[in-house]
């Protein structure tokens, strides 16, 4: 049984992977998504027609909570085509305003949960090309004040990657990780629960299949990192020519 999963698939980017990787990969037999609201993952498998959706409705950070996915790997023994961590969540604001539960959550969801995805999947990505993407942000080009876990867990996701990106290939396994800057998706709801975004950061919202079909053109062709925009693209390379304790005094 040839597969897809995808994590964090009730809404925003990850359900758009589920969208464009039913579209686009005919022969997989089914796409295995995840995330906390039943309802929302019911809702997308009535939706996809051209392939059957398996759900796992479940806490992604918790631990005891990944057993039924790992059952099901263990019953149908799938080659898994296409890892997908889309899961994750950020809240705006300096560390001492969020709750310990808000900084240590992004920690355990952006970081631990999708290190313990990986893990368990790998033994079951497929022996001829996989691929494994990982949702990072351009968050993670450069430490934020204000969005200081957030950051720092992106920064985990895409030092993740381009490692085990490396590491992977002689199993002919590609680790993108995708870096766009603000998405229109439901991510805002969470993110500003204490403290609203910046205007300029309103402005410039990509469009959520724009960045999924890059990601997913970007996974097909090897790359390491997937960066949708060019203004996402300049600011990743001003990251890379100007220090970043210069940089950090004007990041808000
Ligand atoms: N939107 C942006 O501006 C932006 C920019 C750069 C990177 N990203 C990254 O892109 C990824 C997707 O974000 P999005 O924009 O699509 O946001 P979103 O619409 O809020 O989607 C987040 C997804 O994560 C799932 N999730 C949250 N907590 C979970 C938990 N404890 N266990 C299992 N699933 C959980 C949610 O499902 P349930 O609530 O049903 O569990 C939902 O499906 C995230 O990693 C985010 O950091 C977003």
């Known amino acids: 049984m040839r597969i897809a999963v995808v994590t964090g698939a009730s809404s925003g980017i990850g359900k758009e992977f589920v969208k464009q990787?039913?579209?686009?990969?005919r022969t997989l037999d089914e796409i295995w998504v995840l995330a906390r609201r039943t309802e929302r993952l019911l809702e997308l498998a009535e939706e996809i027609k051209s392939v059957k959706i398996r759900c796992f409705s479940c806490d992604l950070t918790d631990k005891r909570r990944f057993v039924k996915y790992k059952n099901a790997l263990k019953k149908y023994n799938p080659s898994i085509r296409i890892l997908v961590n889309a899961a994750g969540y950020g809240i705006i604001g300096t560390f001492r305003e969020l709750k310990e539960e808000d900084n240590v959550g992004m920690v355990?969801?952006?970081?631990t949960a999708l290190t313990r995805m990986i893990d368990i999947s790998l033994p079951y990505m497929s022996k001829k090309q996989a691929n494994i993407i990982n949702m990072a942000s351009s968050a993670a080009f450069l430490p934020q004040p204000s969005f200081a876990v957030y950051a720092a867990s992106k920064s985990y996701v895409l030092s993740l990657s381009q490692a085990l990106n490396q590491?992977?290939?002689k199993r002919r396994i590609t680790v993108t990780a995708v870096c766009p800057g603000p998405v229109d998706t439901e991510f805002f709801d969470i993110a500003e629960v204490y403290n609203s975004v910046k205007v300029y950061k309103k402005l410039f919202r990509a469009n959520a299949c724009d960045v999924v079909s890059l990601a997913l053109k970007?996974?097909?062709?090897?790359?390491a990192v997937s960066v949708y925009g060019f203004s996402m693209k300049g600011f990743?390379?001003?990251?890379k020519l100007l220090p970043h304790g210069f940089m950090v005094k004007f990041i808000k």
């Not at 990787?21 to 990969?25: D, G, H």
């Not at 355990?108 to 970081?111: A, G, I, P, S």
């Not at 990743?236 to 990251?239: E, H, N």
Request: hydrophobic letters at 30%; charged letters at 35%.
């Open 21 to 25: 990787i039913a579209n686009r990969y």
């Open 108 to 111: 355990e969801l952006n970081c």
């Open 167 to 169: 590491e992977l290939k």
């Open 218 to 223: 970007d996974a097909y062709h090897k790359k």
């Open 236 to 239: 990743r390379l001003l990251t």
